[in-house]
């Protein structure tokens, strides 16, 4: 039997990754990040387009060289279709067509969330399906019942901003440089977080909601901690508040951090209980966060559920997690048209 190569590429924000996957096994799994975002505090579309353009040939000609592999031996070409900036995932989704039109090789593609899930499956110790999947990232925040590689259900999801905005939205506040988020995470880890007290929203069902959240931690360090209940009266100076800030930063970010991750276990827990599944995972970028990854460890220790996290390499955006659901999505003969087009929202 031929073995089923699939090469990988995935640019649905500031990352080129380009990956190699053999039966399912990953053989390399490379990534460019872009460091020109610094100095913007955030994503620029534009600049991110641009340098996909830039990496995305040297980064796939690594992790072929890596895997072993030459392009002729590839069975399919998979890349992210959505969700994402427009710009990048045009880059990569023409790239890969491209590339399939003159090897004359089947195209495969992928729901960026969907490889997030799957990801846990990339691992040696993988959860048996049916599972539960916590994903978490910059952009989204769902919760999705996983009976088989390709067959998933939200049950629930944000219905306004994602964990890793108000994760991003705290560290902007807090006067942390960009990516803020892994340094809240890294203050947290020195801090108390029963020092201060911030409100979980009560949202029916398995959703999430981290809105009032955010605007919370705005008024609590407008008013450098002393509001009780958060006002739009701002009763501290800016002089008073950067005080505050600096002579409380790890206390903050462990209480932020500890807020954050109660509505999102509590949340993943109900839903677990209640439909019965034992077997629960965590995804996308925020699954990198150290205080999330320890609590939902040991949730399922206390609850005798069995948990399962993707290595640190595949909780972020990266071809490894495309590569790996094209080669189920081969399996299934579940090929697309050269015409498919890319899209900024799916899933």
């Known amino acids: 039997m031929n073995k089923i190569n699939i090469l990988a590429i995935e640019s649905s924000c500031d990352e080129t990754s380009a990956a190699v996957c053999s039966n399912g096994t990953l053989l390399s799994n490379r990534i460019a990040t872009q460091a020109v975002h610094a100095a913007h505090g955030g994503v620029v579309p534009e600049l991110a387009s641009r340098a996909h353009m830039q990496n995305i040939v040297p980064v796939v000609d690594v992790a072929l060289k890596e895997s072993g592999l030459q392009l002729a031996d590839m069975a399919a070409i998979a890349f992210t279709q959505a969700p994402g900036l427009i710009g990048s995932l045009l880059v990569g989704g023409q790239f890969a067509k491209s590339l399939a039109l003159a090897l004359d090789k089947p195209l495969i593609a992928v729901n960026h969330m969907q490889a997030h899930v799957l990801a846990n499956l990339i691992a040696d110790e993988k959860p048996s399906f049916p599972f539960l999947c916590l994903t978490v990232s910059g952009g989204h925040t769902q919760i999705v019942k996983c009976v088989g590689p390709t067959q998933m259900e939200i049950v629930g999801e944000t219905i306004d901003d994602a964990a890793g905005e108000a994760f991003d939205k705290a560290a902007k506040l807090l006067g942390l440089p960009y990516p803020g988020g892994p340094l809240v995470d890294k203050y947290a880890r020195e801090g108390n977080p029963d020092r201060f007290q911030f409100p979980e929203p009560k949202i029916p069902g398995y959703n999430f909601s981290f809105s009032g959240l955010k605007t919370a931690i705005l008024y609590f360090l407008r008013n450098a901690g002393t509001a009780q209940v958060y006002k739009e009266e701002f009763a501290a100076t800016e002089e008073e508040r950067k005080k505050f800030i600096e002579e409380n930063l790890a206390d903050i970010c462990a209480s932020i951090q500890s807020r954050i991750i109660t509505i999102l276990l509590n949340k993943l827990s109900r839903a677990a209980r209640d ?5 629960l995972c965590i995804a996308g970028g925020v699954s990198a966060n150290s205080g999330l990854r320890k609590a939902f460890k040991e949730m399922g220790t206390a609850k005798g559920w069995n948990t399962f996290i993707p290595d640190f390499q595949y909780c972020t955006d990266n071809a490894g997690m495309i590569a790996i659901t094209g080669y ?20």
Do not use: V
């Open 275 to 279: 439909l019965g599944i034992t077997n």
């Open 328 to 347: 189920y999505k081969y399996l299934e003969n579940d090929f697309a048209p050269l015409d498919t087009p890319s899209m900024a929202r799916g899933f």
